[in-house]
């Protein structure tokens, strides 16, 4: 089984609108945000993903000079786990 990890938020991220200049991955304290290393939006730029491990703190959406980013707090923490996903 493995280990249940807390999740307080999520983003949606436009990734057309992304030129990849890696910003928003040395905002993200929590490092839950990674580079796709071979795929590319339609302009030819690689953009982030999310991970597990949200907390909604913003610091994506604020670093971000293309405005990539909506985010959204949970009203309550929710836990992830490998097997069932996020409850
Ligand atoms: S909201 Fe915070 S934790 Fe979530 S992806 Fe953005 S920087 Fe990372
Ligand atoms: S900061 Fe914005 S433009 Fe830069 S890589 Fe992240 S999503 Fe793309």
Redesign the pocket.
Known sequence: MSKPQQVRGTVV?DVE?????????EACKPEVLA?TTAETNTRG?R??QLLVGCTGCRA?AD????F??SVFRFDEPKTWTAESGLQ
């Open positions: 991220i609108a992304c030129k990849g200049c890696d910003l928003c991955i580079m730029y953009f982030p994506c670093v971000c000079p293309d990539c980013f």
